[in-house]
């Protein structure tokens, strides 16, 4: 699997945009980038995917390198709310068994007022 | 629409004793994993069912079990508990009608092994 590598804690302005880094250098050309949240005493709350492109959704947007070594999340006008863990996991191809989501230690996200 | 809900949500067991841990997905998937998340870890996977069969297993010894109803519902059975296995386990759903069909989590079950 594919190991990812995010910085242990960042901190944000509110109102101001979040860009979480994310390096997965052994990423396989098949491989996805996942993005998951985890605010405390709550399950992983998915955010968003990607294999190439860029992709935008109501929560967040997530551009990868070209080479697609590194990835950045991007929350766009931060709130308390988004004061969670942040995790970036390369998800295994389908006939690998594609619900084994590897999770690092993430990127623990404070949202200051 | 219900996501993935989970039962009971707060668990206290003596070690040595059994527990069963349910898990109902969220409507229209099919396919059903299983995580233990340790205080101040991320989780970790322990198994997946799909079609009522288990798929594929992480590195967890073989106390741990699962079963997985015609109706896509789950349970997870620990056997023998250690203090070691307090920790919050985590139901996840996917639908297998479509490749990388992203995950989505209950809020998980909290057991705590005295």
């Known amino acids: 699997d594919a190991k990812t590598t995010q910085p242990p804690s960042m901190d944000c302005a509110e109102g101001r945009a979040a860009n979480l880094p994310c390096n997965h250098s052994t990423i396989s050309g098949n491989e996805y980038v996942y993005w998951y949240r985890q605010i405390h005493s709550q399950g992983p709350q998915y955010i968003i995917h990607?294999?190439?492109n860029n992709e935008t959704n109501e929560m967040a947007s997530l551009i990868i390198t070209e080479d697609r070594k590194s990835s950045t999340l991007i929350l766009p006008h931060a709130t308390l709310r988004d004061t969670a863990v942040y995790y970036c996991?390369?998800?295994?191809?389908?006939?690998?068994?594609?619900?084994?989501?590897?999770f690092g230690q993430g990127t623990r996200l404070t949202i200051n007022p | 629409d219900a996501g993935v809900t989970q039962s009971p949500t707060h668990l206290i067991k003596t070690r040595g004793q059994q527990v069963t841990l349910r898990c109902s997905p969220k409507s229209g998937h099919d396919t059903v994993s299983w995580y233990q998340q340790a205080l101040g870890q991320g989780p970790q996977f322990i198994f997946q069912y799909y079609e009522e069969e288990e798929r594929q297993r992480g590195n967890f010894p073989d106390r741990f079990s699962g079963h997985q109803f015609p109706n896509y519902s789950s349970e997870l059975n620990v056997n023998a508990l250690l203090l070691g296995d307090s920790a919050l386990y985590l139901c996840?759903?996917?639908?297998?009608?479509?490749?990388?069909?992203?995950?989505?989590f209950g809020n998980g079950t909290r057991l705590t092994v005295t």
């Open positions: 996991i390369v998800r295994p191809s389908f006939s690998q068994g594609a619900q084994k989501l590897v």
């Open positions: 990607g294999l190439k």
């Open positions: 996840a759903s996917s639908s297998s009608d479509r490749e990388n069909s992203p995950l989505h």
